[in-house]
């Protein structure tokens, strides 16, 4: 893989994070974020270090498929104003029952959404009305070096192009595509990205990343 070829590239400009950074250890750096490498990610980060996602509309919640039902791990900044909590489990959405392929939200932001719930610790069913709103997660150092992490652990194989790379002063645009398996021989599943970098006045450290829109985020809100 390409990520452990430029490693070494990463420690030589990086480990005490006094020359700036160039073209070519932005590319390191998007290759030890995907390869988990949060040890060299770490040092490449400042302490006070944001990742700002791409923005979506939806409901702002996040979970996982459980026996018929979409259950509810964590919401975004009380996005449903109390309606919804963490271990709620959705079963219905507009009338169409929850399947394995989880939550499937469309619609542009204003849009009212019926669930069918069942409340943590309640055996009853309730209908809950709740509006789509435009959403931006954002990460700090601990979270963003934890997901990274935990992202990495689910692909057997990966490989990164880095389609381009723009740099003005303290800040680096780059648009990249990704490619992985989670098994060898499985399938290969990808993604385009673009994301704008900010560095530090003494361009040697990441201060913010800002995902920028993609168009299947912009389809999503259409039925």
Same mark, same amino acid.
């Given at each position: =893989?390409?990520?452990? /070829?430029?490693?070494? #590239?990463?420690?030589? %400009? ?11 250890? /932005? !590319?390191?750096?998007? !290759? @030890? ?13 400042? !302490? &006070? ?16 498929y459980v026996d018929g039902s979409f259950m509810v791990s964590s919401v975004l900044y009380d996005s449903t104003e109390g309606m919804l909590e963490e271990g709620d489990r959705i079963f219905e959405l507009n009338g169409v029952p929850i399947d394995s392929s989880g939550l499937? /939200?469309? *619609?542009? @932001? *204003?849009?009212?959404?019926? #669930?069918? %719930? &069942?409340?943590? &610790? ?5 209908? +809950?009305?709740?509006?789509?709103? !435009? $959403? ?16 990495? @652990?689910?692909? $057997? ?5 880095? /389609?381009? +790379? ?9 648009? $990249? ?11 290969? $599943?990808?993604?385009? @990205? =673009?994301?704008?970098?900010? +560095?530090?006045?003494?361009?040697? #450290? %990441? =201060?913010?990343?800002?995902? #920028? ?11």
């Amino acid at each position: =893989m390409k990520y452990f /070829i430029l490693t070494f #590239l990463i420690f030589k %400009v990086w480990i005490y994070g006094k020359s700036p950074l160039k073209d070519v250890d /932005i !590319e390191s750096f998007i !290759e @030890a974020r995907y390869g988990g490498d949060t040890s060299i990610v770490s040092q490449i980060i400042d !302490e &006070n270090f944001l990742y700002y996602h791409a923005p979506y509309v939806g409901l702002g919640i996040d979970g996982h498929y459980v026996d018929g039902s979409f259950m509810v791990s964590s919401v975004l900044y009380d996005s449903t104003e109390g309606m919804l909590e963490e271990g709620d489990r959705i079963f219905e959405l507009n009338g169409v029952p929850i399947d394995s392929s989880g939550l499937e /939200i469309n *619609g542009p @932001a *204003g849009e009212e959404q019926r #669930l069918i %719930v &069942n409340k943590k &610790n309640d055996s009853t069913f309730t209908e +809950l009305k709740i509006p789509l709103k !435009e $959403y931006q997660y954002k990460q700090n150092k601990i979270s963003f070096l934890s997901n990274i992490n935990d992202y990495a @652990a689910i692909w $057997y194989d990966y490989d990164i192009e880095i /389609i381009d +790379l723009v740099f003005k002063k303290n800040k680096a645009v780059i648009h $990249y595509y990704w490619e992985g398996s989670k098994k060898e021989g499985g399938s290969v $599943y990808s993604f385009t @990205a =673009m994301e704008i970098i900010t +560095l530090n006045k003494k361009r040697n #450290l %990441v =201060m913010q990343i800002v995902g #920028l829109w993609s168009e299947k985020q912009f389809r999503d809100q259409f039925k």
